[in-house]
């Protein structure tokens, strides 16, 4: 018989992963795709300057045709990862091109490009749409982040990172910004949460759970 996770009758092996982040709204990351890239303004100019860049390095006159799939990654600043559809002249070409968007509204800056067949572009939109989707690498699926597993598990990770810092005010959770699990050695969350701890500002962290399963008899 199975039985559902509760984390209070569970064995937690680690807690990983927690990082703190103050005063900003993005948690620094993996690349996660961007919803509706097409419609997307910021996206758009990203990508044209991308093809601007791209054209003046190669030497062609290149247009943008079609951005076929953008991520974005959180670092200092941001990095955009977009797959584009370009016409020089009466040829089509694809290419992969990094974009770094640096904070406090410096200019963009092309880090890296390289032109791509029509296998490829398609496999990396494919991939980019798997993530979008659940079907993550690492068997990792999103999950709700109302379900009660993930509520208690952020409670949980609250309370660990409480009894490690010196502060008396305990960490509170705000909301749980994002949730995935898998099932392993047991089952893993990965969480992002709003956090709070007194008068300190509302830090972003996230942190990784692994826990077992007691077994039914």
């Known amino acids: 018989m199975q039985q559902r996770l509760s984390l209070p ?6 807690v990983v992963a927690v990082l703190a982040v103050q005063s900003q709204s993005q948690m620094l990351g993996g690349h996660q795709k961007i919803a509706d890239h097409q419609n997307d303004a910021k996206v758009q100019e990203v990508a044209q300057f991308a093809v601007e860049q791209i054209a003046d390095k190669t030497g062609k006159h290149l247009d943008l045709v079609k951005i076929n799939s953008a991520q974005k990654q959180v670092v200092a600043g941001l990095n955009y990862v977009l797959v584009v559809e370009t ?9 992969e091109a990094y974009v770094y968007e640096p904070l406090g509204n410096q200019p963009l800056k092309l880090t890296s490009h390289k032109q791509i067949d029509n296998e490829a572009a398609q496999r990396k939109t494919e991939e980019s749409s798997e993530r979008h989707s659940g079907a993550l690498l690492g068997g990792y699926r999103e999950v709700s982040t109302t379900d009660s597993e993930v509520t208690q598990a952020a409670q949980f990770a609250a309370e660990q990172l409480t009894s490690q810092s010196n502060s008396l005010s305990p960490f509170e959770v705000r909301e749980v910004l994002s949730a995935r699990s898998k099932v392993a050695a047991g089952k893993v969350f990965e969480l992002k949460l709003k956090l709070s ?4 500002p509302e830090q972003i962290v996230q942190a990784s759970l692994v826990v077992m399963i007691p077994k039914c008899h």
Not at 9 to 14: G, I, P, Q, R, T
Not at 87 to 95: H, I, M
Not at 197 to 200: A, C, F, I, K, M
């Open 197 to 200: 701890q007194g008068n300190l």
């Open 9 to 14: 009758s569970v064995v937690v092996l680690v």
């Open 87 to 95: 016409a020089a002249g009466s040829t089509k070409e694809t290419y």
